[in-house]
């Protein structure tokens, strides 16, 4: 069965400031990676994915996200964080046979000025 | 393209009293999902479908009913509610060829 870990329930970071969401995964094959975003109120939207190819992966508002197979991670990562971006951040966990992915808990994002 | 969309968006129900949460998806999914979403424990997978007339349990199935009757639509049923289901609710819906989830807008629920 997968499994999805993320090991931070909230986060803080100053506007400006880089940011890093660990997420960690348990599958035995490749898997389908997913990170979403959820602002205040609202529902989920799709960040980035990963299926295969590239293990760098390139999202929307600027976020990025990196497979390391070795660790079992799927990251994601932004150079500068803007006041916008505190929400929750899922990572979610799928296969080609499960139809439904696993999402992890979450990660609150809050964002200093 | 209207997406998933989820009505009622809010609603308040006394302990006992049954209802229906409604979820209409138009990009003609096979699969559709309910999930309720309570602090602290992320998204969790209450019942899915991958096709009109096939439903199954998710992680917490209990006091829930869905059926799908059509590939548009996928209706919860609350039997009896329960102040234990006061969440919020969201549908979402994938397509056959990999598992990206597009949701509603959720429904907020609470149970008195």
């Known amino acids: 069965a997968q499994s999805v870990t993320q090991p931070d329930i909230h986060i803080t970071v100053s506007e400006g400031a880089s940011l890093e969401l660990r997420c960690n995964y348990s599958?035995?094959?490749?898997?389908?990676l997913f990170w979403y975003v959820q602002s205040p109120g609202q529902g989920l939207q799709l960040l980035l994915k990963?299926?295969?190819?590239?293990?760098l992966v390139q999202g929307i508002k600027g976020f990025e996200a990196e497979f390391k197979r070795s660790q079992s991670s799927f990251n994601l990562r932004k150079p500068s964080v803007h006041w916008s971006d505190a929400a929750e951040y899922f990572c979610?966990?799928?296969?080609?046979?499960?139809?439904?992915?696993?999402f992890g808990r979450g990660t609150s994002l809050i964002v200093h000025p | 393209n209207a997406g998933v969309t989820q009505t009622p968006k809010f609603q308040v129900l006394k302990t006992g009293q049954s209802m229906t949460l409604q979820c209409a998806q138009d990009?003609?999914?096979?699969?559709m999902s309910w999930y309720r979403q309570d602090p602290g424990m992320g998204l969790r997978l209450i019942h899915y479908?991958?096709?009109?007339?096939?439903?199954d349990q998710g992680e917490v199935p209990n006091g829930y009913n869905v059926s799908r009757s059509t590939t548009e639509d996928f209706p919860l049923r609350l039997l009896s509610a329960a102040p234990s289901q006061t969440s919020v609710y969201f549908c979402?819906?994938?397509?056959?060829?990999?598992?990206?989830?597009?949701f509603g807008p959720g429904t907020r629920l609470t149970v008195l």
């Open positions: 979610a966990v799928g296969s080609g046979g499960s139809y439904i992915p696993t």
């Open positions: 479908s991958v096709g009109a007339g096939i439903t």
């Open positions: 990009m003609n999914h096979e699969y």
């Open positions: 979402a819906s994938s397509g056959q060829e990999d598992n990206e989830q597009f």
């Open positions: 990963y299926f295969s190819g590239d293990t």
């Open positions: 599958y035995g094959a490749t898997p389908y």
